[in-house]
Each structure stands twice: as structure tokens, then as C-alpha cells.
């Protein structure tokens, strides 16, 4: 006698056959891929959204090293090397090892008897400079041509932590940056 034929199965019945669990297992495993997958495409827009917010504020402490009179001593390039005489030797902050708290308070406080104005208005009066206010400033600090908030003074830091700080010798494309694309003032830098 001729075996019975039976009809023929599907895929999805030959797993369940092999592995009643085996579909449940896919269903999840797709399911745990989309969240994963989701989670890394918000990361990314968060990322992005980060990377371009710290542009902003970079730029914004490029135009505010170029108006409050930060290039007059440090020089354009931070690299102490300025532009007038008139000006007191700013330090060579491309070789600089201080971290952002101690740019802060530099920034803020200016440093007595050394050339470094303070940017804070309120520095030593109502805000601790190497410590507790004092009341008054002292009366050898350079003048400044303007103060600065705390937020233009961030934007500052960040600045000089992505463009200056460790940087080395200035590129030309650096040059270009901060003369914004003036090709004839970087005809030195290679």
C-alpha cells in the first residue's frame, strides 16, 4: 500500500515543530533589535544636536576673543606673540596645561600684577577669587576693555579648549579660520 501524502508544511509549522518556541524567540530578538536600534538613532541626533550646540558656543568665544581685547595680549593665535606694543605679553596658551576651572577663574579673576585683567565684574567683590571675596579689587590689575558674563566666559573656554589648548604650531587653516578666509594675512603659515 502507497504511504499517505500528507500536505506540505510551511515554514513557520516545521519551526514550530523543531522549536515551539523558536518563532516567540525571533518575534523578541526583532523586537529587542528595533528598540536598540532606536536608542542608537536618538543618540546619534542627541550627539549631533551637542556637537552642533558646542559649534555655537565655539564660535560665539572666537568673536568674543576677537571683541574684548583677549588677542590684544595673547595675540590672535593665543600664542603670546601680539600684534601692538602697547599691550602687556599675554601668555602662549597653545602650550597650556590648565584645565577649564583654572582658565575660569584666570578669566575671571585676572591675575594681580601680572598683565591679566579680570573679565568678571563681580570678581573679589561678590564672587570668590583664590578665596573669600574680599570687598575690593586690587588695585593692580590690568583694566579691561569690557567684562564678560559667566556664559560669554564659558563660551570663551570652549574656544580655546577646541581650537587653542595643545594645539601646537599655527596651521594655515587655522589662519583662514580665525581671518575668516582673508588668504593674504596666512601667506606665512604652510
Request: charged fraction near 25%.
Amino acid at each position: 500500500m502507497l504511504p499517505l501524502l500528507q500536505p506540505a508544511l510551511t515554514d513557520t509549522e516545521i519551526a514550530n515543530k523543531l522549536n515551539p518556541m523558536g518563532i516567540g524567540d525571533c518575534k523578541r530578538l526583532r523586537g529587542a533589535g528595533a528598540v536598540i536600534l532606536a536608542l542608537a538613532v536618538m543618540a546619534l541626533a542627541y550627539s549631533t544636536m551637542t556637537l552642533a550646540q558646542n559649534n555655537d558656543t565655539v564660535k560665539a568665544g572666537l568673536a568674543m576673543w576677537k571683541t574684548t581685547g583677549c588677542a590684544d595680549c595673547h595675540g590672535p593665535f593665543a600664542d603670546g606673540d601680539r600684534e601692538d606694543d602697547d599691550f602687556p605679553i599675554g601668555a602662549n596658551l597653545r602650550t597650556s596645561k590648565l584645565d577649564a576651572a583654572a582658565l575660569r577663574t584666570t578669566i575671571r579673576c585676572g591675575r594681580a600684577g601680572t598683565g591679566m585683567p579680570s573679565f568678571d565684574e563681580e570678581a573679589y567683590t561678590t564672587r570668590e577669587c583664590y578665596g573669600p571675596p574680599q570687598g575690593s579689587r586690587p588695585g593692580n590689575l590690568q583694566p579691561t576693555p569690557r567684562t564678560l558674563t559667566l556664559d560669554e566666559i564659558d563660551a570663551v573656554i570652549a574656544y580655546l579648549q577646541a581650537r587653542i589648548i595643545g594645539r601646537g604650531k599655527i596651521t594655515r587653516e587655522e589662519c583662514l579660520s580665525y581671518y575668516e578666509d582673508q588668504p593674504d594675512t596666512c601667506e606665512d603659515y604652510k
